[in-house]
């Protein structure tokens, strides 16, 4: 399906000034609140530019299924599912429909052990794998009815600045925007409609993470507009800190810092950090920027943010509180979450369902793909330990530690043995939030985080697949 778009044009510096749509254009565009980071990268075949986002989940494809507590973590971590699938089901564009698959094994599943899967041929208490797909529509309590809509009531109109902020269509509101942007004369302005599918939709997602207009770059590209907008990222120096739900509990991490640049070379780090890192990927956009606010500095997603904040006010656009939650504070997917998760983004409630495909009603149960005895119980972990140990680089390149590979380190950022200092240091909530946000804006996160210096990123320069640092500046 196709939606209409009407674009309200500055023809003279060929940008949008304003969009216009119904609701299902912006229920798709507030459906991104819902999508896991880690979902972006890989609808992005990777190339998503979102800090070091693609090195991290590139290091999650590559890692030995040895070092993984099962091999279904691994598609876990790289094809994240979201909590509100019994509610994104019924957009109208879905950009993140085709990864809502899940499994059974027919063997015993349908008889004494009636269990699903959300992850492909992982192991039935049985032995077999859960290789059957099956369609699973789970209720969803809050829809009033199917022409209601999915996030915004069905009958209101909307206009969407370029920046994507949304908002009831107003006049007044209108000429004020037209004011700001510095449109003095109509004759400038000129009317596009624009049919946006999935291709574009997806499009949209992409550049909001990593631009100030994306409206302007999807549907009126410039020749020299440069696919990676990394530059429109930048980490803002205000201090961020949270203090609800802190269990305490910290980790330690061990860097190598080159002394007289102070930069992080690596952190030779356990299991656990490792399973802080990858838990990133699960995370929710919305639920990114509800632990970032006031600000996530990530292109145009706070904007979104707060249009969904705005519009649940006077104006009653949204459904149901419930909606409201599901994108301001949007869960992790069941059995998303990890034993060692110091950041507060809670998992959804465990949950059954009756299937009556199989000549009788049957009430199953999902298992915990992160377990290998087919359990039904949230927690476990993404990594095998403790007495592995994993080299992290300051670009999150997460590889087992290796000693020719840290020299290498070395020899590739011409530092001499006598330079290199040993640091520990202890990573608890804050430092985890700090590594968060880096993690999104920055390729050089262990350094930011940890030695209290923001590395320039115009020193930055991509050679092969792995992204480096001038250390002489």
Known sequence: MAIKLKLLIDKEKNRVVLAESD????????????IPIGGVVRLSSGKS????MDALQESVKN?????????????????????????TKDLALNVYSELTRNYLCTSCCVGSHPLISTVKNVRCRCGRVMGTEVVVNKPNPVTKGINEGVFVKRTMRFMIGDDLRVGPISSMTCVSLLDKLGVRDVAALGEKIVDVGADEALHILRRLLVSNTPLTDVFLPKPEAVEDAFHALKLSDEAIAIDKNDTGKTMSLKLLISKSKNRVLYAEATEDF????????????GAIVNLLRPGSSIGCLDNLYKSVEDLSGDDNCIISEECRAMLLDPKLALHSGCDNQLLPVVEVEPNTFDLSSFKKTLRFHFINPKLSDAATESGGRFVKGPEIMFMVTDGLDVE??????????????????????ERVVSVGQDQALSLLKAALCSRTVLSDVFCGKKVDQSQIKLEGDQWQYQLDG
């Open 23 to 34: 609701k299902y254009f912006v229920d798709t565009l507030f459906s991104f609140l819902t």
């Open 63 to 87: 890692l030995d299924s040895r070092y993984l507590q099962t091999e279904a973590v691994r598609e876990m971590l790289l094809c994240p599912r979201r909590a509100c699938e019994a509610r």
């Open 274 to 285: 490792l399973d802080l890192l990858f838990s990133f990927l699960s995370f929710p956009l």
């Open 400 to 421: 087992p530690l290796s000693f020719i590979s840290g020299i290498s380190i070395l020899y590739r950022f011409q530092v001499p043995i006598s330079d290199v200092q």
């Open 49 to 52: 530019n979102i800090g070091c």
